[in-house]
Nanobody, 115 residues
Framework: QVQLVESGGGLVQPGGSLRLSCATS????????MGWYRQVPGKQRESVAT???????IYADSVKGRFTISRYNAKDMVYLQMNSLSPEDTAVYYC?????????WGRGTQVTVSS
């Protein structure tokens, strides 16, 4: 069973930064795609950023230029650097690992942007 554990969430003021981390119980190189998603109550979970095994990245339009996804294969970690945060970024952020026919989710970490 693959386990994903997110960390790094918290309360931050508008304009601030946070770095989320996702630790996996299996080599991240075994996954075709790793990604960060977010969800607010009453809304669907949405993709924030994804990174492939070949380091191809895709970002939601709402975070382009502010967020950066990266992976550290040697430590089986995936990160999401979030800058210039706004209240609209408040959500629970989830890490996801995906292969063909398989996907795994973490339990999420809360990010709250408020003054």
């Amino acid at each position: 069973q693959v386990q994903l554990v997110e960390s790094g969430g918290g309360l931050v003021q508008p304009g601030g930064s946070l770095r989320l981390s996702c630790a996996t119980s299996r080599s991240i190189f075994s996954f075709a795609v790793m990604g960060w998603y977010r969800q607010v109550p009453g809304k669907q979970r949405e993709s924030v950023a994804t990174i492939t095994r070949g380091d191809i990245t895709i970002y939601a339009d709402s975070v382009k230029g502010r967020f950066t996804i990266s992976r550290y294969n040697a430590k089986d970690m995936v990160y999401l650097q979030m800058n210039s945060l706004s209240p609209e970024d408040t959500a629970v952020y989830y890490c996801k690992a995906r292969n063909v026919g398989q996907e795994y989710w973490g339990r999420g970490t809360q990010v709250t942007v408020s003054s």
